[in-house]
């Protein structure tokens, strides 16, 4: 059913209105909910049409509204402006319709079922002595909607089907509201027309009123036929969606430029009567102007309507193939915000693929821990550490409820040390507690497909769930593309999963600590032909002794030699690398190196790590303990 502007001031928009958008709720809710539903979705007018179309209550209002609109509004509406179809009808014959209103509204405000009640009939007495109006109710429900795929719809009689007994599950579960609202409107209706302050309750027959059928014979005989509505006035709001309605192939532009010339009067015809002799002594009134089409020559007017004759196939043909192209363009549109979202989030899931494994090895604990992280660190490095502990817990564990802002040019202690440090020992304490509950995730957690800012408005609906969960099934496939796209993001340098996992404290200098361990040692850069800039070279090396300050001799940067003469200090490893045949290298190579703790994990020559092969270990050993504590 075509959506409308509800534009006017007609007292009954609000059923005009709700009818199409309770037989469209379904097709809405399916558009909007891959938009709505993902991450990142931040468009407010989408956020608030999903609030209200996916909520029961809202549901129950449309159900109410629609129901009242074609059994009340719409056959009144027809009655009060058919006077010329109808037989032995006048003004006062609604008199006499009203009463019969009455009687239905009486039944509702009782009990709100029987608005529900397919025997329920306002009409049925008007029905049975009007056939032009029996026949019109029938030819209502028998109208024909063509949906865009071409397939033809008794729309208004599924929509009165549907609002008496849903069976599509958008409303179901609204009827104990439906049945409540019902029974309110009615009685509202009734104080409305019974109120004897308002001329409305002249029409009752109950009250005797001035109006009521039964005392204006007279009157109603005088006035059978007489048109008494204000139906052309309201023609010009209604004159592009007329153009829109009578002529159905017409274009968006073609219809605007009817509307115009009809507003403009450019088809006006010339006046008939240029003078009445019978008033020849009163003011001459002003006589409708003539339209700019009758002001043109005979022979241009024909020439316009011959070139109109003629032309039509060809602009039909040409507004139909504009239409497809706007109605491409607006899918290729959609298509690009889904896929735009769709990327937002697969991007924030490898972020999340990332944190995990961060928090697992490098996550604080405790009060002590925050101190020791933040010990010796500039400001801008300890707000960069507590940063990265915080979106360890927000991202990769999914604790969206501690998400904040990094800073604010409304309050300064946003994104500050101090203020950084407090939200971190408020995230600890629920990390603490979800822990003791075991319901800390055992994986990185995909992003939460409900975005905080989308409200919800009284109860989901059963079709909004099932949306939800539909959207849900895709995160297997959600899960390998952000897969996919953090082993991208690996290779193409942007970030270090090795580094994102090492400890946060470097492992002592020590025999007992790195004797026959594995490292990764940083020798300085290399250029890469093909890429801008120089790349990091992480060198594997096994440690083969630690000098312990007292015996071992050796030159930082040498090999072991019999004629060193110099005392190592405590803690110098003597490593051993692998050949690399890349590089012409077709033996191990061993040197002394003096490495520093500060150093650890870090950029630049002679930084240190473990090899990934001592990571796996460890970190098997660190969660061990994370469980035990």
């Known amino acids: 059913m075509p959506l409308e502007r509800a534009g006017g001031g007609r007292q009954d928009l609000n059923f005009d209105g709700s009818l199409p958008i309770f037989v469209n709720r379904p097709v809405l809710l399916k558009f909007l909910a891959p938009l709505c539903l993902a991450p990142g979705h931040e468009n407010v007018l989408e956020s608030f049409l999903w609030a209200v179309l996916s909520s029961v209550e809202m549901g129950a209002l449309l159900r109410v509204n629609s129901l009242f609109d074609l059994l ?312 960069a550490a507590l940063r990265q502990q915080i979106e360890m817990r927000v991202i990769g564990l999914g604790m969206i409820d501690f998400e904040t802002a990094w800073s604010s040019k409304d309050d300064a202690s946003v994104g500050s040390v101090a203020y950084l440090r407090d939200l971190l020992e408020k995230i600890l304490v629920e990390e603490r507690t979800l822990e003791r509950e075991g319901r800390l995730p055992t994986e990185a957690a995909p992003p939460v497909l409900k975005v905080k800012t989308l409200k919800t408005l009284g109860t989901a609906t059963a079709y909004a769930e099932e949306l939800q969960d539909h959207i849900k099934v895709g995160a297997e496939q959600l899960k390998e593309a952000a897969l996919a796209e953090q082993r991208r993001r690996v290779e193409a340098g942007i970030t270090d999963d090795v580094a994102d996992v090492m400890p946060i404290q470097a492992p002592a200098l020590s025999s007992a600590a790195l004797g026959g361990r594995q490292l990764e040692i940083c020798w300085g850069t290399y250029y890469v032909e093909g890429q801008e800039g120089r790349q990091k070279m992480w060198c594997p090396c096994t440690v083969k002794r630690v000098a312990d300050g007292a015996a071992d001799k050796g030159r930082h940067g040498q090999a072991e030699s019999a004629q060193a003469r110099k005392i190592l200090p405590a803690g110098a490893l003597l490593v051993e690398w692998e050949p690399d045949p890349e590089r012409g290298e077709d033996s191990a190579t061993v040197m002394w190196l003096v490495l520093h703790p500060d150093k650890w994990n870090k950029d630049g020559h002679l930084a240190w790590r473990w090899h990934p092969a001592e990571l796996q270990e460890g970190q098997q050993q660190s969660a061990g303990k994370r469980t035990r504590r």
């Open 72 to 383: 009340l509004s719409r056959p009144m509406r027809w009655l009060c402006g058919a006077a010329n179809k109808l037989s032995d009808w006048s003004i006062y014959s609604m008199g006499g319709v009203l009463d019969e209103i009455v009687t239905g509204l009486d039944e509702i405000s009782s009990d709100g079922h029987r608005l529900l009640d397919p025997e329920l009939d306002l009409f049925a007495r008007v029905s049975a002595n009007q056939p032009a109006f029996a026949a019109w109710r029938a030819a209502e429900l028998q109208r024909v909607v063509r949906a865009p795929d071409g397939t033809q719809y008794f729309v208004y009689q599924r929509a009165l089907s549907e609002a008496r007994q849903p069976t599509h599950a958008t409303n179901r579960g609204t009827t104990p509201l439906t049945v409540e609202l019902a029974e309110l409107m009615a009685a509202a209706a009734l104080q409305k027309i019974r109120d004897p302050k308002l001329a409305l309750s002249n029409w009752l027959t109950e009250t005797n009123g001035i109006n009521a059928i039964g005392n204006n014979a007279a009157a109603h005989a005088a006035t059978r036929g007489a048109h008494t509505t204000n139906d052309r006035v309201e023609s010009i709001f209604g004159g592009f969606d007329y153009n829109f309605r009578r002529f159905l192939g017409i274009s968006p532009e073609a219809a605007a430029g009817m509307a115009l010339m009809m507003r403009m009067r450019y088809l006006d015809r010339p006046p008939q009567v240029v003078r009445d002799r019978r008033k020849a002594k009163a003011e001459v009134t002003e006589q409708r102007a003539e339209g700019l089409f009758f002001q043109l020559p005979e022979k241009m007017q024909e020439s316009l309507i011959e070139a109109a004759r003629r032309q039509r196939v060809t602009a039909r043909r040409e507004a139909r193939a504009d239409r497809a192209e706007q109605l491409q363009y607006r899918e290729q549109k959609r298509e690009e915000n889904v896929e735009k979202q769709r990327l937002k989030t697969v991007d924030l899931y490898a972020r999340a693929f990332e944190l995990f494994p961060a928090w697992q090895a490098r996550g604080v604990r405790l009060q002590a821990d925050i101190d020791k992280l933040l010990d010796g660190k500039s400001d801008a490095q300890q707000r």
